[in-house]
């Protein structure tokens, strides 16, 4: 398995989640959402270094958790932008020279497990640029600015798509560089890499790969680790695999 550098973008300022702290210290089982993220990166073999990306009220805290967590990994906790791509890109200039592979993921989404990251790190390593997505359960529509539908994609065509997202780390490079000095600005790094015209392939992802949000999803992956801890404790699932 390659080795890959992973960049944690955990910039953001959790507005929608309207919490008195930043979402990423906000406890699920206990522990920092963002302990439970980090945790899964410095588990995995095929892991070389881990860059954190922070608001700058919020580095200590982290460099703290990282401290008090025993994360080995971590390589950097760097300052990131107003917008998440910039934060992204301030966590690829602090990668170190050896890394050839970037996995990019949100420090939101604390619910991944081992054994989904490593198949995907498997299964992404035959493409330049690969991302986790499902499947939409709901019918989706586009519609104008007033809300009329405009249209109903097939459903079959559609996919919600999640972070971690791989990528060669020239390509990545390249497109934060080029999108950078155009001006364009987008939700994720794979919408960079289609811009510039190259493939992006999407792998099969998680239902419970949530992005903590708004409180809803707070409530919701508190019922998934439960119901993880219920299985491991029964015996029908092992722990290594979480
Ligand atoms: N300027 C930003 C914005 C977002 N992020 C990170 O990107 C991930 C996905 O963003 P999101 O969940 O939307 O987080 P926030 O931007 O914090 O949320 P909100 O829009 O509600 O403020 C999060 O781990 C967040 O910390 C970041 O590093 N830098
Ligand atoms: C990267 C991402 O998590 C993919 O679903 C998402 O685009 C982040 O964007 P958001 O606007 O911050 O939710």
Redesign the pocket.
């Known amino acids: 398995m390659v080795k890959l550098g992973v960049i944690?973008?955990?910039?953001?300022?959790?507005?929608?989640?309207g919490a008195s702290v930043?979402?990423?210290f906000l406890p699920l089982q206990g522990r920092p959402l963002l302990a439970h993220t980090l945790s899964l990166f410095e588990r995995s073999g095929a892991v070389a270094e881990i860059v954190i990306?922070s608001?700058k009220e919020d580095r200590e805290r982290i460099a703290e958790l990282v401290r008090t967590e025993g994360f080995q990994k971590v390589s950097a906790i760097v300052l990131?932008?107003?917008?998440?791509q910039?934060?992204?890109f301030a966590g690829v200039k602090a990668l170190s020279s050896l890394i050839q592979r970037v996995a990019v993921h949100?420090?939101?989404?604390p619910l991944l497990t081992c054994l989904e990251l490593n198949r995907f790190f498997t299964e992404a390593e035959k493409f330049g640029a690969a991302i986790m997505a499902v499947p939409v359960k709901d019918t989706i529509k586009r519609v104008d600015a007033q809300g009329k539908v405009l249209e109903t994609p097939p459903r079959e065509t559609l996919r919600a798509v999640q972070t971690p997202q791989v990528f060669a780390r020239s390509l990545l490079e390249e497109a934060h560089h080029k999108a950078r000095e155009a001006g364009y600005l987008t939700t994720d790094d794979a919408a960079l890499i289609e811009w510039l015209g190259h493939p992006v392939q999407t792998l099969m992802g998680s239902l419970e790969n949530i992005?903590?949000?708004t409180p809803e999803d707070l409530d919701l992956a508190e019922a998934i680790l439960a119901k993880r801890m219920n299985q491991v404790n029964h015996g029908d699932r092992s722990l290594d695999s979480l």
């Open positions: 944690i973008p955990a910039a953001g300022q959790g507005k929608r989640m930043n979402k990423q990306v608001a990131g932008g107003e917008e998440r910039e934060s992204v949100d420090g939101a989404r992005k903590i949000t």
